[in-house]
């Protein structure tokens, strides 16, 4: 129970809770360790679990234990306990010309999981959550990114040991917004590139405008001068893609 509601929990133990056949596997392909396996047998039966499971411990929970802990409505009768993972920058493993997405910030757990989306389908080398707001092993986090939590190389850090981090690998940095900024499509992003996205509320802040190659804008033509910053991250990380030829 304190693992779907406690950060400190999870961050004490190490572990934190999968809900679903699907993530869970996701999470096992992604290099996550199952401590143990959970399941009603009324929903699932052991023989699955178990094939699930290889050689995890399996443990059968009553309808009771599994409503407080499935976060889900419509679910499968199956959790895990993983380990999380260190989320170190120096643990990062980049492509020679790495594609990278920098959040700061990012406070929604929707807005986390749609970057994490996005970051999975454009297979980027990496996601960097600086400053992070949230524990990324949050449930609804784990929820709204459908397993791509799992899916992309993440690390967090402050905004100053990341910025340090891409100029000693020579990273170009893209920061999108309002100030001094050119349009986005006209910048060249098939050399090593991080594209930095702020909040929707307060944008970057000035030690990652101070910090870029080139402040970057998408030209907006409507009477709002922001989009949501998963959308916005999309539209940058596919320019990106469509100039490296995909």
Not at 65 to 71: F, P, R, T
Not at 108 to 135: E, F, M, Y
Request: with cysteine; charged share 20%; glycine share 6%.
């Amino acid at each position: 129970m304190l693992l779907q509601e406690k950060a400190k929990a999870r961050k004490q133990s190490g572990t934190f809770l999968i809900e679903g056949k699907r993530e869970i596997e996701i999470a096992m392909k992604g290099g996550y360790t199952m401590e143990m396996i959970l399941f009603l047998p009324e929903l699932i039966s052991e023989n699955e679990a178990q094939k699930l499971s290889k050689s995890t411990e399996l443990i059968e929970i009553s309808k009771e234990v599994y409503q407080k802990l499935a976060y889900r409505d419509t679910t499968e009768g199956i959790l895990a306990v993983a380990k999380t993972k260190s989320l170190q920058l120096s643990d990062l493993k980049l492509s020679k010309s790495p594609l990278i997405l920098v959040a700061e910030a990012p406070e929604k757990p929707g807005n986390i999981g749609a970057l994490l989306r996005t970051a999975d389908a454009a297979n980027l080398d990496a996601v960097i959550i600086a400053n992070p707001k949230s524990d990324l092993y949050n449930p609804n986090i784990v929820r709204s990114s459908v397993g791509c939590l799992f899916t992309n190389q993440i690390a967090t850090g402050t905004t100053t040991e990341i910025i340090a981090f891409l100029k000693e690998r020579q990273i170009n940095i893209y920061c999108a917004t309002l100030q001094n900024s050119t349009s986005y499509h006209t910048q060249d992003y098939t050399n090593p590139t991080a594209l930095v996205v702020g909040t929707e509320a307060t944008g970057l802040t000035q030690e990652w405008r101070d910090a870029a190659t080139q402040n970057i804008i998408i030209p907006m033509q409507g009477e709002i001068d922001s989009m949501n910053v998963s959308v916005a991250a999309a539209i940058l990380i596919f320019e990106a893609k469509r100039q490296r030829g995909f």
